[in-house]
């Protein structure tokens, strides 16, 4: 299968044939030797934009700590 580079403004166009599965609409290019290898760019989702971490409750994680609970002054501590 060939494709066809077309100039469009400043850019360069590559048009892709209908019988190539589209998968994505952000590509990364890389040449490698003479070959041009397109890889779909991976959505990643935001962790922080999910319902379990909207919900969480930082307070809490920290009071069921044990390393994270107050000790009791040691030594020199006792005289700040």
């Not at 299968?1 to 400043?10: D, E, F, I, S």
């Not at 360069?12 to 209908?18: D, H, K, R």
């Amino acid at each position: 299968m060939t494709v066809k580079l077309r100039k469009v403004g400043n850019s360069n166009t590559l048009t892709v044939p209908s019988g190539i599965k589209i998968v994505g609409s952000e590509y990364t290019v890389k040449n490698v030797g003479t070959t041009i290898v397109f890889t779909p760019v991976a959505k990643r989702e935001n962790i922080f934009s999910t319902k379990d971490w909207k919900e969480y409750d930082y307070r809490k994680d920290v009071e069921k700590d044990a390393t994270l609970q107050p000790v009791k002054p040691v030594g020199r501590e006792w005289q700040l």
